[in-house]
C-alpha cells in the first residue's frame, strides 16, 4: 500500500467543502451573533475584533416581545406536523398500501411522492388555490360549499396553521412512507401467518405483530424528522411568511432568515438573525448527539475488517 | 362487530381523503395551465396564452428567457449530481475500505453534519461566498457556470453540495461495504494503487448506487429553490434558475398571471415527473439501502 496518505487524497474534497461550507461557517456565525453587523454598518465595523462583541442579540432575543409566541409556534409546528403527518399519516398509507393489492398500493406510493418532486413554488401555489375564496377554491367548491361549512372565505387566512400542517405535511409523509413500507414488507411471511392462522384480525395482525416489529424505523423517522421539520422554513415562508397576522405563523428558523436575509424595513440585521440562527444550532448539535447515542453509533462506525493486506 | 368494519373503513378514509387532495391540486394545475378563468376545476375558457414564455419573453428584453434559465438550470443540477456523487464516492470508499487514525471522528462528524441544521449557516455561507469571488480564475467568469463565487450557477452548486454531502457519504459508504473485498485485493497485489481500483474496480460494481445517489441528487438541485434565491443576486439576473424566474411572475407584475405561473409551474415539474417515472426504482434504493448506513 503506498503511504499512509492515501486515505486523506480520498477524503481532501470533502475536507475542503466542509471546511468552507461549515466549519468557517459555523464558526462565524457564533462571531456574528455576539456583532451588531447589518447592511448599514457593513465594511466600516469590525466584527471579528472581541471588542465590538456583546450579549446584546442574545438579551434581544429573549426580551423580545414575540419570543413565546415564536418558541409556542415552533413547538407546535414540529410537534403536530410530525404526529399527524411525517409519522402518523406516513405509517397509515405504509399499512394501507402493504396490505392491499401490490399495483393499487405503489400507484398511491407514487402519489404521495408527488409533492416531495414538485418545486416548492408551484406546489404552495397549488394549495393555495386548493385553499381559494368561493367559488375559485377548490376545497371551498367541491368540499365546504356542498356541506354547508364556513361561508366560503380564503381558508389560508382562516385557518393558517391547518394548511401548513397538509403543506409541510404532505411532502413530509413520503420519508416515512418509504421507510416503514420496506420495514414491513422486510417481515417474514410466516409471523403475519401465524397470526391469522391464530384467528387475529387484520388490525390485531397490525398492532401486536407489525407495529412491535417496525419500531427501529419508527424511531429513526421520529428523531430524524423532527431535526428536518424544526430547521424547515420554506413552505411556510411561501405560504403565508410568518403571516396573516402579526408572527402568527412564524417558527424559529423562518425569523432568523427574515432578520438576517431579507430587507425587511431596509435592514438585513445580520448579526441579530446569527444569534437567532445559533439557538437553533445548539438545538440541533444537542439532538444530533441524543440521535446518535440512540442509533447506537458505535455499531456504525466499525472498523473496516478488510483492510490487513 | 360494528366496529370491526368500520375500523378498516376510517382507515380507508383517511388515505383516499388526503390523496385525493393531491389529485384535484395537480389536476388543477394542468386546467389552469391553459384557461382563460377557472373555477374550481372548471375551465371559463380554454387559451394557450399562459405558454406564451416558451416563445417569447413575457417581462421584456431585460429578462433572460426560459430556455436561458432551462439551461442554467440544467447545469447547475448537473455540475452539483457530479461534484455530489464524485466526492461522496471518494470518501465513501476511504471510510469503508481504509483504516486511518481520526477515521471514526469523521464518521461521527459527517453524522452529526448529516442532523446539523446547515440552513443555520446560510448567513455567513454568504460572506464565504464573497470571499470566493474575489479568487482570480475560479471566483468568477468561467464560462457556463459563471465561477463559483456569489451570484454564479457554481457557487449555487457548490453550497448543494456541501449540504448533500454528509447524506451522499453514508449512502456511498454502504453500496461500498456490501461489496466483496476479494477482487480488490488481488488487484492491490498485482501492485494497482489505490485510486485505479477505486475507479476501475469498484466504481462499476456499485452502478446502483451512483444512480440512486445521482437521481437523489439531481431532484434536489432541479427543484432547489431557497439557495438560489439566497445566493443570486435576483431573479432576472444571468444565474436565474427555474424555480426563480417561475416568483418573476409572482411579485414582479402588478396583476399576478396565476395562470402563467401554472404554466411555468408545469413546464418545471413535467420533466422531473417523467424522470421520477423512469427512475423510481432506482430512487427507492436509496432509502432501502440507506437503512444500513444509518441514514
Given at each position: 500500500m503506498q503511504g499512509q496518505l492515501a486515505p486523506y487524497v480520498f477524503l481532501s474534497p470533502t475536507l475542503v467543502l466542509v471546511t468552507l461550507f461549515f466549519f468557517i461557517p459555523l464558526v462565524m456565525v457564533f462571531i456574528l451573533s455576539f456583532t451588531k453587523l447589518d447592511m448599514t454598518n457593513f465594511g466600516i465595523l469590525e466584527w471579528w475584533r472581541p471588542v465590538n462583541w456583546s450579549l446584546d442579540n442574545y438579551v434581544k432575543i429573549f426580551t423580545n416581545r414575540f419570543f413565546s409566541k415564536i418558541l409556542g409556534n415552533t413547538i407546535m409546528y414540529v410537534a403536530l406536523t410530525l404526529a399527524l403527518f411525517n409519522v402518523g399519516m406516513a405509517l397509515v398509507i405504509a399499512l394501507i398500501t402493504t396490505h392491499i393489492r401490490r399495483r393499487t398500493g405503489f400507484a398511491f406510493r407514487v402519489l404521495w411522492f408527488l409533492p416531495r418532486i414538485t418545486p416548492v413554488v408551484v406546489y404552495t401555489m397549488m394549495w393555495r388555490a386548493l385553499a381559494?375564496?368561493?367559488?375559485?377554491?377548490v376545497i371551498n367548491k367541491y368540499f365546504l360549499g356542498p356541506l354547508g361549512i364556513g361561508g366560503g372565505e380564503y381558508l389560508l387566512n382562516t385557518y393558517p396553521w391547518v394548511f401548513i400542517f397538509l403543506v409541510n405535511g404532505f411532502i413530509g409523509a413520503s420519508f416515512g412512507m418509504i421507510l416503514f413500507s420496506s420495514a414491513i414488507e422486510a417481515i417474514p411471511k410466516d409471523y403475519t401467518t401465524a397470526s391469522k392462522v391464530d384467528g387475529a384480525t387484520t388490525w390485531q395482525t397490525i398492532r401486536y405483530v407489525e407495529l412491535p416489529m417496525i419500531k427501529w424505523p419508527l424511531l429513526f423517522v421520529t428523531t430524524y424528522q423532527t431535526l428536518s421539520l424544526l430547521t424547515s422554513f420554506e413552505q411556510i415562508m411561501l405560504l403565508t411568511d410568518g403571516g396573516p397576522g402579526l408572527y402568527q405563523t412564524e417558527v424559529w428558523a423562518l425569523t432568523a432568515y427574515h432578520r438576517a436575509l431579507t430587507s425587511y424595513f431596509g435592514n438585513t440585521q445580520w448579526g441579530y438573525g446569527a444569534a437567532w440562527s445559533v439557538v437553533l444550532v445548539i438545538i440541533g448539535i444537542v439532538m444530533a448527539v441524543i440521535y446518535l447515542r440512540v442509533f447506537k453509533f458505535r455499531e456504525l462506525v466499525e472498523e473496516p475488517k478488510i483492510d490487513q493486506l | 362487530m360494528m366496529l370491526r368494519r368500520l375500523k378498516p373503513a376510517l382507515a380507508y378514509l383517511t388515505l383516499i381523503v388526503p390523496s385525493a387532495l393531491i389529485i384535484l391540486g395537480f389536476l388543477w394545475l394542468l386546467i389552469t395551465s391553459f384557461s382563460t378563468r377557472i373555477e374550481g376545476l372548471r375551465s371559463l375558457g380554454w387559451t394557450l396564452h399562459n405558454w406564451r414564455f416558451l416563445w417569447e419573453s413575457p417581462f421584456g428584453p431585460q429578462y433572460p428567457s426560459i430556455w436561458v434559465v432551462t439551461l442554467n438550470t440544467l447545469v447547475m443540477s448537473l455540475i452539483m449530481t457530479l461534484i455530489v456523487v464524485v466526492v461522496s464516492s471518494l470518501t465513501g470508499y476511504a471510510l469503508s475500505r481504509m483504516k486511518f487514525p481520526g477515521r471514526k471522528g469523521f464518521l461521527s462528524l459527517t453524522l452529526i453534519l448529516h442532523a446539523f441544521p446547515s440552513v443555520t449557516l446560510l448567513i455567513p455561507i454568504y460572506f464565504v461566498l464573497l470571499w470566493i469571488a474575489k479568487i482570480p480564475l475560479i471566483g468568477r467568469d468561467v464560462p457556463l457556470l459563471g465561477g463559483f463565487g456569489y451570484n454564479t450557477l457554481g457557487g449555487v452548486a457548490l453550497v448543494m453540495v456541501a449540504f448533500q454531502l454528509p447524506f451522499g457519504i453514508w449512502i456511498m459508504k454502504g453500496f461500498f461495504d456490501n461489496i466483496s473485498w476479494d477482487m480488490e485485493r488481488s488487484a492491490l497485489i498485482d501492485g494497482a494503487s489505490r485510486f485505479k481500483v477505486w475507479w476501475q474496480i469498484i466504481m462499476p460494481n456499485i452502478k446502483p448506487g451512483i444512480a440512486a445517489l445521482s437521481i437523489f441528487a439531481f431532484l434536489t438541485a432541479w427543484n432547489a429553490y431557497l439557495i438560489p434565491l439566497t445566493f443570486?443576486?435576483?431573479?432576472?439576473?444571468?444565474?436565474?434558475v427555474l424555480s426563480l424566474y417561475l416568483q418573476n411572475f409572482i411579485s414582479e407584475s402588478v396583476m399576478t398571471e396565476w395562470n402563467a405561473v401554472a404554466a411555468v409551474g408545469l413546464f418545471q415539474l413535467v420533466p422531473v415527473v417523467l424522470f421520477f417515472l423512469f427512475t423510481q426504482e432506482a430512487l427507492l434504493n436509496i432509502y432501502g439501502g440507506g437503512k444500513k448506513g444509518g441514514v
Open positions: 381559494g375564496p368561493a367559488p375559485m377554491g | 443570486t443576486a435576483g431573479r432576472a439576473g444571468k444565474s436565474a
